[in-house]
């Protein structure tokens, strides 16, 4: 999975490595980047990836009222659908703040990760690479952001090594439907082994 995005020349780059290897993800769009670069996301659906809901502005919507937190979203989804058709059926809170409240007004499954690749911190790609072929496991979520283009250079290295070792890399809802998940609007999920 990828966060903050889209970015014009990362995410075109990991969507090019994603078509070679016939693999797919999911990227949690920023709904503030959108308009500047829904080309990114009209390419990414087409690919067969899952364009999910990260937020309008990035904000910590655990600090907002109900309102707020919906309004964050729905801008995000009404964009998500006038580009490519559909609204994102899923969510991931940015820095996974949840509460009650964005819990109750979400409608939608939330998406954590099991594997954190601290690659906004780090922006290091092999420390991001070692994150993730170090430690990764059937039905893992990975979480990385697409926006940096350290990420970009290690995904070119770890979509193909996945590949390698024999992983299949689907979207969070294909792997939900894979495992036998049925994802429940206002649950967090972490992994999906």
Same mark, same amino acid.
């Given at each position: 999975?990828?966060?903050?995005? %889209?970015?014009?020349?990362?995410?075109?780059?990991?969507?090019?490595?994603?078509?070679?290897?016939?693999?797919?993800?999911?990227?949690?769009?920023?709904?503030? @980047?959108?308009?500047?670069?829904?080309?990114?996301?009209?390419?990414?659906?087409?690919?067969?990836?899952?364009?999910?809901?990260?937020?309008?502005?990035? %904000?910590?919507?655990?600090?907002?009222?109900?309102?707020?937190?919906?309004?964050?979203?729905?801008? !995000?989804?009404?964009?998500?659908?006038?580009?490519?058709?559909?609204?994102? !059926?899923?969510?991931? !809170?940015?820095?996974?703040?949840?509460?009650?409240?964005? @819990?109750?007004?979400?409608?939608?499954?939330?998406?954590?990760?099991?594997?954190?690749?601290?690659?906004?911190?780090?922006?290091?790609?092999?420390? !991001?690479?070692?994150?993730?072929?170090?430690?990764?496991?059937?039905?893992?979520?990975?979480?990385?952001?697409?926006?940096?283009? %350290?990420?970009?250079?290690?995904?070119?290295?770890?979509?193909?090594?996945?590949?390698?070792?024999?992983?299949?890399?689907?979207?969070?809802?294909?792997?939900?439907?894979? @495992?036998?998940?049925?994802?429940?609007?206002?649950?967090?999920?972490?992994?999906? @082994?």
């Amino acid at each position: 999975t990828y966060d903050d995005g %889209p970015h014009n020349t990362s995410t075109n780059k990991i969507l090019d490595v994603l078509e070679r290897y016939d693999a797919r993800a999911t990227f949690f769009v920023v709904g503030s @980047r959108i308009s500047e670069y829904s080309s990114c996301i009209v390419r990414a659906d087409k690919l067969g990836c899952e364009i999910a809901n990260h937020s309008y502005t990035h %904000p910590n919507l655990t600090k907002l009222s109900s309102s707020e937190v919906k309004s964050e979203l729905t801008k !995000t989804d009404n964009k998500v659908k006038n580009i490519i058709g559909v609204k994102p !059926t899923l969510l991931r !809170t940015p820095g996974g703040n949840t509460n009650d409240t964005v @819990r109750e007004v979400c409608n939608k499954p939330i998406i954590y990760w099991s594997i954190d690749t601290l690659d906004w911190k780090t922006r290091n790609k092999s420390k !991001t690479v070692n994150s993730v072929m170090n430690n990764v496991r059937d039905g893992d979520i990975i979480l990385m952001h697409d926006i940096y283009s %350290p990420t970009k250079d290690a995904a070119l290295e770890i979509i193909p090594k996945l590949k390698e070792k024999g992983y299949q890399l689907v979207t969070v809802s294909e792997l939900a439907k894979y @495992r036998g998940y049925t994802l429940t609007n206002g649950t967090t999920y972490s992994s999906l @082994r």
